[in-house]
């Protein structure tokens, strides 16, 4: 049975209070997880050691009664050891599939950016199909299915690069960074006697999830944001200092991302604002910036946020009654 738009919005909020119990003074990028959950996306967080990416995604599966896997990449792990494989049974004279970590629900896929590509691409087939496909057969993946991959932005040697392909693949790219003095305090005290991911509860059901994610497929979207959307990922293949610019996966991502942060918000509808608040963490890792501005130390957020700035937005009123 669907959800309404105040279940939704209710349900986001008993999962937001109850990840707040473990990470700290991170409201925003835990609201882009939730997001990134209702959308049946997966999420990249690149951030420095010890700020908590693997806590977030450890909290997030306990807090839904989700299994949790967690597979460190690392320049020897092979595509099998993520996958799974076939192995023959002596006794029953017959190939049997042992799984690998992959089958699960919610999957940490710690410093991603350490194995080969060939083991990166491994996930690709289980991101966007759900699924994985050994020796001719497809095995289905656990309902909700969510991947977050970590990767340190400063270590660089012995890594391998997130190819275009492996990128596009995930819905948006976060970072949690430092705690303010205040927040770090506070997360002393609380881990003072025992880590607070010890006692954290599952509050919501698996279906109460999955009921979500079909609910906010009926967020309504108006023509006017819905060409926002579009001209903001043509905008990124025309602009001067962009090589790549985003794929068409791109734009579903902002479409399907602000109708989930319009439940989030407790709206049936669409703001261009929501939109807006999504652009980066949804395109500037989908976009190559080129040389030229690469010598000009531009980034792909600050050549995004530039594109952001030359388009007027819609009209920000619904065109339809809302319920």
Known sequence: MDLNVTEV???????????EGVIVGKRRAVELTI?????????????????GKTILARSLAQSLGCTFNRIQFTPDLLPS??????????????????????????????????ATPKTQSALLEAMEEHQITIDGVAHALPEPFMVIGTQNPIEYEGTFPLPEAQLDRFLLRIGLGYLSKTEEIRMVKNQQF?????SLKAIVSQDEVLAAQRSIKSVYVSPAVEQYV????????????????????????????????????GRDYVLPDDIKTLVEPILAHR?????AARLKKLTGPQ??????????????QPTHKTR
């Open 230 to 265: 579009v001209d903001i990922t043509f905008a990124t293949r025309e602009n001067e200092n962009i090589y790549l610019g985003s794929s068409p996966r791109g734009s579903l991502g902002l479409y399907r991302a602000g109708q989930a942060q319009a439940a989030l918000r």
């Open 303 to 316: 050549v995004v946020q530039g594109i952001l700035d030359t388009l007027p937005l819609p009209d920000s």
């Open 81 to 114: 050891d993520v996958t799974g494989t076939s192995i023959f049974n002596q006794l029953t004279r017959q190939f049997e599939f042992r799984p690998g970590p992959i089958i699960g629900q919610i999957i940490l896929a710690d410093e991603i950016n350490r």
């Open 35 to 51: 997001i990134g959950l209702l959308c049946r996306g997966h999420i990249l967080i690149e951030d420095v050691p010890g700020v």
């Open 287 to 291: 976009v190559i910036v080129n040389p």
């Open 194 to 198: 025992e880590h607070p991911i010890q």
């Open 9 to 19: 919005q209710s349900l986001c909020e008993r999962i937001i209070g109850n990840l």
